[in-house]
Each structure stands twice: as C-alpha cells, then as structure tokens.
C-alpha cells in the first residue's frame, strides 16, 4: 500500500470537493451516497499504483453496490423496504431484494449461476446514472475524484485520491452516512414506515448480528474455548469481536473475527489490539486456511484474507501516524510500536 501523504492542503480541498457534492449535488436517488461509499472502502482494500492511482473494474464497483444495498433491501422492521428514490423505487433495490428472496444470503447469492447477471446489470445502471453524474455540483463539474471514461472497463482514481480516502475515510464515512439517512427519512414514502424510532442507522449501517451468531459458536471450538486476548476459558457467554473494531471499518468480514470474553471485548473497545495479539491474529488466519474458509461458507460470512490483512495494515498505520494508543489488556494501553508492519506485509 502507497503511504505517500497528499499534502495537507491538498486534502483540505479533497475533503472540501465531497462536502460540495453532497451540498450541492441533486439526488434523486441514493445512488451517490453509495457510490461514494464503495470508492472509500476499495481505496482502503485495494493496494494503488506507483503514480499513486488505483484502477477499479466497473464489476468490481457493482458487487460493492450490490453488497452495500443487501442489507438495505430487507424489508425494515419486518413490513416495507425503504425508498432509496424520489419517484419509483431505485432499480437496484429492486434487484437485489428480488436476488435476496431467491438467494437467502449473500454468500450464496455470489455463488448463484445468475449473479453474473445481477452484476451486469448493476454495472449498467451505474453507467447509465451515478458515475458520470457524481461530480456535478450545482451547474458545473469538479472533476476531483476520476475522468468520466471508462479505462479497461474500470474507472481510475486521479493520483492521491486513493490515498485521501484512506486518510480521511472515518471523516467520509461520516459525512457519507449522515447524509445518505437524510435522503431516505425525508421521502414522503419512508416517513409513515420510519417513525420515530431509533433503529434506522443500525438497519442502514450496522451489522447482521443475528448472522453472525452461528459463527460465534463455531470459532469458540476453533478457540479452544479460550478468550482470544486474555487466552482464559470462557465459561459461559463469550463475544464475537471484530479484530480491527468495527467503528474503523464498517464490514464484516470472516477472518476478522475473533472470540473473547465480553470483558475483554469491553475492555478492548474501539482500539486496535497490543503488537502480540496481532502477531497470534495473522499466525491464526494464516495457518487457518482451509478450516477457516470451511467455516465461514458453513455460517455464510463474506471472507477476503488479502483484504482483511489491507485493511489492517492501513488502519495500524494510521494510528501510528497519529501516536495513538493501542489495547494490551484489561485497563492498559500503550502507544503502538512494535513489528506490526512486518506481521502484515510479509
């Protein structure tokens, strides 16, 4: 991963050209918020070019959009699925929650003879609609982010844009969401469904615990019955705790898992955990091979180890930068030093 900072102003003006498209930019569709989104975490998960500009395949930018609106096309609180359009559901709601009824989950929904299609299909509605519209802001354009053509069928981030999500992704991520949950609580549609309850970021944003409790189980057997930090047994209870928190990176995935006690798991928080317990982390998922990747079909978990291990690499290196603190065990923290880089680029 290139660690080359843009220039402190130059990120300024980044930060202010996504604040501008979210100001200033029409939306009749929440199709921004979430092409905004998948370019934020794929500049994460994926490692840039030497000029500092990263290729994204149009296919790989669908199945983003596809994973991102999965959640979403369930029906919320059981009854109606929420508009994500100012006149006629949006048509990529509209695929996936018909790839949902059939398909159950998304792990097999990506193994399905038709996802292909589904993808292609997404590919063309974001074509046809937000790539080329993303960067319009008010009559004019701010080609800030990626020239409007396709390269090799992908679109290529301009040099340093990568990087400016990565820096300033907690800050995007933010911004992105705040304002994707006043789109969809301002149409007249999702108002009588929405109400006044509390639970709509959990639904838009949150994780599928409910999903995740068979995983739970099954990586408490791998663990030995063991708490993964404290390496105690966990006599009764026991959490499924995201390695990287999942405040720093809102997804789940299989090899970023691990089972703690729920005092530990408190404890730890939303720090990233102590040089050792990275070093057992990498050493479990690379020894874990096949058994994890049996384990994750079994529960239906997404599962990426490179991306996993990207993701980890950036978000270490960001609290380095910052001097931050990590977690060692039960009321003690430390700055990060260590062989942390080394752990997860070898």
Not at 70 to 78: L, S
Not at 147 to 173: C, H, M, N, T, W
Not at 233 to 241: I, N, Q, S, W
Request: aromatic share 10%; net charge neutral.
């Amino acid at each position: 991963m290139n660690d080359n900072l843009p220039d402190p102003a130059a990120r300024l003006r980044f930060l202010g050209n996504v604040q501008r498209v979210l100001d200033e930019g029409s939306f009749v569709s929440s199709y921004k918020f979430a092409l905004l989104t998948a370019l934020a975490d794929l500049s994460v998960e994926q490692a840039t070019s030497t000029d500092g500009t990263l290729a994204i395949p149009l296919s790989t930018l669908a199945e983003r959009f596809i994973e991102l609106y999965w959640r979403q096309a369930a029906p919320f609180r059981g009854g109606d699925i929420l508009m994500q359009n100012t006149g006629r559901q949006a048509a990529v709601v509209k695929a996936v929650a018909n790839f949902r009824e059939q398909a159950g989950n998304l792990v097999a929904a990506r193994r399905a003879s038709r996802w292909h299609a589904l993808v292609e299909r997404v590919g063309s509605v974001l074509l046809e609609m937000p790539l080329w519209k993303l960067q319009t802001v008010g009559q004019s354009k701010v080609i800030f982010l990626y020239d409007e053509v396709l390269v090799d069928d992908a679109i290529v981030l301009k040099p340093g844009v990568a990087q400016s999500f990565r820096d300033l992704y907690a800050v995007i991520e933010a911004l992105v969401q705040m304002a994707w949950l006043r789109f969809i609580q301002r149409l007249p549609k999702n108002q009588k469904i929405v109400g006044q309850g509390t639970d709509l970021v959990e639904f838009l944003f949150g994780a599928d615990r409910s999903a995740l409790a068979a995983l739970g189980e099954r990586l408490r057997a791998l663990h030995g019955g063991e708490c993964f930090y404290c390496r105690g047994a966990v006599r009764t209870g026991g959490e499924l705790d995201h390695f990287v928190p999942w405040v720093r990176y809102p997804r789940d995935l299989g090899h970023n898992f691990v089972f703690a006690h729920g005092s530990c798991n408190r404890d730890k928080s939303d720090l990233l955990a102590d040089v050792p317990h990275l070093a057992r982390w990498v050493e479990r998922n690379e020894r874990g091979g096949r058994v994890l990747s049996e384990l994750f079909d079994a529960t239906h978990v997404l599962y990426d180890l490179v991306t996993t291990t990207r993701v980890a690499d950036w978000c270490y290196g960001l609290v380095e930068r910052s001097q931050g603190q990590v977690w060692v065990e039960k009321g003690k923290t430390r700055a990060l030093d260590g062989p942390w880089r080394e752990l997860l680029r070898a």
